[in-house]
Structures are given as structure tokens and as C-alpha cells.
């Protein structure tokens, strides 16, 4: 257990990769806040796994563009566990496929809000309490490659994300590490919503190890940056796509 006697937040831990982030961290002995936004069954699940395995966990909702529920959420986290060793930056989301000339200044900066001022809220409040340990950001393939159809707002959102992590690792190092994931298809309700079927085949056919990720996948890796296993490792942004693509 390399996480044994720490504590971790995770966003949007409710479901999908947060969640299974969550069940991993609490798995590797860390306490584990886990910030959700409309998942409430989902969150209060993942906490009664965590309990029922023995672990330490709680669920609070909050808006992650509210400062207030920022605050709540990081005061409450060290309140219980009386500190703070891990911040996974795991909410966000597409909201819609939008082409630039279909898309309005709303959506634009809500996308923008829901994955990137969401990161650096969460990442300025913790920072008082983060005195030593890793930041884990959720960036994307499409923070690489420009993302599918009617995703270039939600690509350039990652785009950032990857060189907020970059610039980061070199503002808080040598005690904080900040590292991101790169994500490709993952089998997620995001996926589940926002993509065809028959592009997933396709997808998957073109993949060299020919399925899609699990979020489990990703909160392996998710564990391995929050640990000392990583120890050297710091302004990386780490792709898992299964091959499909290398940078």
C-alpha cells in the first residue's frame, strides 16, 4: 500500500475514471475526497466500496467553477484527514459537438470553464495544504491530435491542460510533482454519449492492442504518477490509447 497514511482528492469521482481513480488510490491506503457534481449515486457508491474495503473516504458535491465549493471541498478534505498528498484534476467534459461556426462565445467558454478553469481552481486551493506529493491532471488525445469532429473546444481545453502541467512542474518543483494523462478511447460513458458505435469498432480495429481502455487502465497510471514509483517523472503527459497514438 504506497499510498498508506495520505490523502487524495479526486473530481469528478463519481463514475468512470474518477471512480475507478478513487477505488485505486483508497486501494494504495490513501484517504480519498471525492468531489462529484450531479453523480450522487455513483459517488456515494464508490464510497461505500471504499469503507466496505476498510478504507476512509467521503463524497461532496460542488460546482468545480465555484470557488466557494473549492474551498469547501479542499477545507473539509483536510479537516477529516488533516492533510493533503493528492490532487487528481479528473472533471470535465465535452458538452457538445460544436463546430467554430456553429459554436457561440457561451459554449466556447464553457467548455473552457468545465475542463480548465475547473483545474486551476482546484490546483490554487490546494496548493496551501500540498506542501509535498503529485498533481495528476486528466488531459486527452485530444489535447494531441485536435480531437474529433465537433471537438476543437474541448481539444484546445486539454491542448492547455497538457501545458499548464508542463509549466507547473517546473513552478512547484522539486516538492510537488504535476504530471498529466493523455486518455484516447477509453470505454466511458463520455464515449457512451458523444461517440457512434461503429466508430468505436472502427476505433478499435485500427488499435494496435484492438479494444478500447478501461477506466481502470487509467487509474493504474493515475497511481503509479501519485506514488514514489514515479518518483523522477514530472511534466510528462503520459499517453494510454492502446497504441493508436504515439507523440
Known sequence: MKLMGKAAIVTGGGRDIGRACALKLAEEGASVAINYFSSSAGAEETV????????????????????ADVRSLVSRTVSEFGRLDVLVNNA???????????????????????NLTSTFLM??????????????????????????????????????????TRGLAKELGPDIRVNALCPGMIDTDFHNVFTKPEVRKTVEAATPLKR?????????????LATDDSAFVTGANVD???GLFFS
Request: charged share 15%.
Open 48 to 67: 461505500a466500496s471504499i469503507k466496505a474495503a476498510s478504507g476512509t473516504a467521503f463524497a461532496l458535491q460542488g460546482d468545480l467553477n465555484s470557488e
Open 123 to 164: 490546483i490554487k486551493a490546494c496548493l496551501p495544504h500540498l506542501k509535498s506529493g503529485a498533481i495528476v491532471n486528466i488531459a486527452s488525445q485530444a489535447g494531441r491530435d485536435g480531437g474529433g469532429g465537433g471537438a476543437v473546444a474541448y481539444a484546445a481545453s486539454k491542448g492547455a491542460i497538457m501545458t499548464l
Open 240 to 242: 494510454i490509447n492502446g
Open 92 to 114: 470535465g467534459g465535452l458538452i457538445a459537438r460544436k463546430t467554430i461556426a456553429e459554436m457561440s462565445l457561451d459554449h466556447w467558454r464553457a467548455v473552457m470553464d468545465l
Open 212 to 224: 478500447q481502455g478501461t477506466p481502470e487502465d487509467v487509474a493504474n497510471l493515475v497511481a503509479f
